[in-house]
């Protein structure tokens, strides 16, 4: 008898817990079916590096290849102040790398901001950042990896942004990630994105209910 009221009583705290859950969860979807779509790219406009989380030892190669690559697509290149700066893992200390990512965001002259790296070290500056300004004019962030943290909160804040390659994909030749930096350019320009994925043998046509 015991043993069939703790089965019920398990039952109707996982149903009742379980459907506020569901609700919670479901609340935030109305901010992500309209996020706002930042001004694409055009000739002439700045992008700026930043490093928000990991060390970039023996990486100026890289940044130089960053600025290139910018340079060539007609667009130009600044970059942050603390970029080369050491502290333990991260790319300067938490303040250093907030003010050069708060500076990006302020300055009304960066279209877009493409972070150098991943790692780890973006959360840390989250909570420092201030939005206000990028909540009135939104740009792209770009960059995967750890700048996942910033990408989660830019979609809160209801804007679109740019999973993609950072600074440091560049150590590869651009001739084994000609499709990579391709795709990038066109989501920077706004270009339209095709992708054709092979199918599976074992996927079957037909019809289900």
């Known amino acids: 008898m015991y043993r069939n009221l703790l089965i019920l009583y398990v039952f109707c705290a996982t149903f009742f817990l379980g459907k506020n859950t569901i609700i919670a969860q479901n609340e935030p979807l109305k901010q992500v079916l309209n996020l706002t779509q930042p001004p694409y790219l055009k000739a002439g406009d700045t992008v700026a590096i ?11 190669a890289e940044i130089e290849s960053a600025k290139k690559l910018l340079k060539s697509w007609g667009l130009h290149a600044q970059v942050g102040k603390h970029i080369f700066n050491q502290e333990h893992h991260f790319a300067g200390t ?7 990512f708060q500076n990006a965001l302020n300055n009304p002259n960066i279209k877009a901001i ?23 004019n939104p740009k ?8 996942t943290a910033i990408h989660n909160q830019v979609h809160n804040l209801g ?13 590869d030749t651009p001739e084994t990630i000609t ?3 391709n795709t990038f350019k066109y989501s920077l320009f706004g270009q339209p994105l095709h992708y ?3 199918g599976s043998k074992y996927n079957k046509t037909g019809s289900v209910t």
């Not at 938490?94 to 050069?100: G, H, L, N, T, V």
């Not at 493409?114 to 009135?136: M, Q």
């Not at 792209?140 to 700048?147: H, L």
Request: charged share 25%.
């Open 196 to 198: 054709t994925l092979k």
């Open 179 to 181: 499709e990579t930096i």
């Open 50 to 60: 930043v490093a928000p989380a990991g060390i970039l030892k023996n990486r100026t």
């Open 140 to 147: 792209w962030i770009i960059g995967y990896s750890d700048i």
């Open 94 to 100: 938490d303040d250093e790398r907030c003010e050069d």
């Open 159 to 171: 804007v679109q942004s740019i999973h993609a390659m950072m600074c440091t994909s560049l150590q």
């Open 114 to 136: 493409w972070c150098a790296r991943g790692g780890y070290g973006s959360v840390r500056i989250l909570d420092k950042l201030d939005w206000s300004n990028f909540k009135e």
